[in-house]
């Protein structure tokens, strides 16, 4: 293990970075996991690695429908189950909703690696093993989930997913909250909620927004997620990420 002084300017960039080591040694995360946290770091940099205004109003947003929802469920890959297992599972438990391992390459062993990862991070039950439910348009392996998960939810949450599946879940009409530090990306485009942040602050942001406003009524709630507004969180995201001037 190595250790690093939190004193460090990069501290938490090493952070993320080692967590992503480990995961692909226990076979939890895939080796283009390690590709994708490259990426996402690019922009995390670029972002200043703060969570800006416009990724704290879609938290916010992102909390309200989640506490809305009739059967939110909250989807985790090797990427997630890394980064965050135990902040999953303490947003699931904020908001009611159900834990599904969903990948992107599909493994059993890689599933049934991250469910136990999740479960020694206090999940109590997590789907996805099932697969007894479909996405419609997508090709087999891909379109895989829990019928009476992902397949039932109205609101999904969907960190780092792949563009072709957010699009899928849209068109299916599900509620849509994306955590991609890439505005750009089809995943942010097509969600409902998009925020523009790293996983590692998004995930732990949400959960205090939905303790904040747990006793709030369904006007308030119903209120926060009508006056959120996606395209502007999406150029504002992008401004900051060019450095430029808000057009
Ligand atoms: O475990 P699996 O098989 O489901 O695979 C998971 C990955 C992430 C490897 C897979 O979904 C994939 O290849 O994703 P992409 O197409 O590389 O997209 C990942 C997106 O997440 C990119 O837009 C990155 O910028 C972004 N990203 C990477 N790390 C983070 C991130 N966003 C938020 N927080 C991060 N830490």
Request: proline share 4%; glycine share 8%; aromatic share 2%.
């Amino acid at each position: 293990d190595i250790e690093i002084p939190e004193s460090h300017p990069r501290y938490l960039s090493l952070l993320t970075r080692h967590r992503i080591e480990e995961g692909v040694e226990k076979g939890i995360t895939s080796k283009q996991g390690l590709i994708a946290e490259g990426r996402g770091e690019a922009f995390d940099y670029l972002l200043g690695e703060e969570t800006i205004p416009s990724a704290d109003a879609a938290a916010r947003a992102a909390a309200a429908r989640l506490l809305l929802a009739e059967h939110p469920v909250l989807s985790v890959n090797g990427n997630v189950a890394a980064l965050v297992p135990g902040e999953m599972v303490e947003l699931a438990d904020a908001v009611g909703a159900d834990i599904e391992v969903n990948l992107f390459n599909r493994t059993e062993e890689r599933l049934r690696a991250i469910a136990d990862h999740l479960r020694d991070h206090g999940a109590s039950e997590v789907k996805g093993l099932t697969a007894d439910g479909r996405i419609p348009g997508l090709d087999h392996e891909r379109a895989k989930v829990d019928a009476d998960g992902i397949g039932s939810a109205d609101v999904v949450l969907v960190p780092l997913e792949d563009g072709d599946r957010a699009e899928a879940l849209a068109a299916m009409g599900k509620v849509e909250i994306v955590v991609d530090l890439n505005p750009m990306s089809r995943s942010a485009q097509s969600a409902a909620v998009p925020i523009v942040d790293n996983i590692v602050r998004a995930v732990p942001n949400v959960t205090a927004h939905a303790r904040d406003l747990s006793d709030a009524s369904r006007e308030e709630l119903e209120r926060i997620v009508e006056t959120f507004d996606r395209e502007a969180a999406l150029r504002e995201a992008e401004a900051a990420i060019r450095g430029g001037e808000l057009a």
